[in-house]
C-alpha cells in the first residue's frame, strides 16, 4: 500500500497543503505582532473578546461554507488566538 501511486498522489497533496498552512500563519502572526506593538503603544489591551467573538462567528460561517465542522474551527482559531493574545501581553511587558 505504501507504494501506491495515488496513495502518493495524496500524501503529496496533504504535505503541500501543511506547508501552505505553516506560511499563511507565520504571514498571519506577522499582521498580529504588528497589532500587539500598536496595541502596547496606545495602551490598548492584549485581548479584545468583542473582536475575538466577531471573528468566530465569521469563521464558523466560512466553516459551515465550506463543508468544515465549524467546532472543530472554532477551537483551531481559538488556540490560535491564545497564542497571539500571549504574544501581545509579551510585547506590552517587554515596552514598560
Known amino acids: 500500500m505504501q ?3 495515488e496513495l502518493q ?5 496533504i504535505d503541500n497543503i501543511d506547508a501552505a498552512l505553516i506560511h499563511l500563519l507565520a504571514e498571519r502572526f ?3 505582532q504588528a497589532v500587539g506593538q500598536l496595541k502596547a503603544t ?3 489591551a492584549a485581548a479584545d473578546p468583542e473582536r475575538e467573538a466577531q471573528q468566530i462567528a465569521r469563521l464558523r ?3 459551515e461554507a465550506a463543508k468544515l465542522d465549524p467546532d472543530f474551527a472554532e477551537k483551531f482559531l481559538g488556540f490560535i488566538v491564545k497564542e497571539v493574545i500571549r ?4 510585547i506590552r511587558v517587554a515596552g514598560r
Do not use: I, N, Q, V
Not at 498522489?9 to 497533496?13: F, G, I, K, N, P
Not at 504574544?87 to 509579551?90: N, R
Open 3 to 5: 507504494s501506491d501511486p
Open 30 to 32: 506577522k499582521c498580529t
Open 9 to 13: 498522489r495524496l500524501r503529496e497533496s
Open 61 to 63: 460561517r466560512l466553516a
Open 42 to 44: 496606545h495602551g490598548l
Open 87 to 90: 504574544h501581545h501581553e509579551a
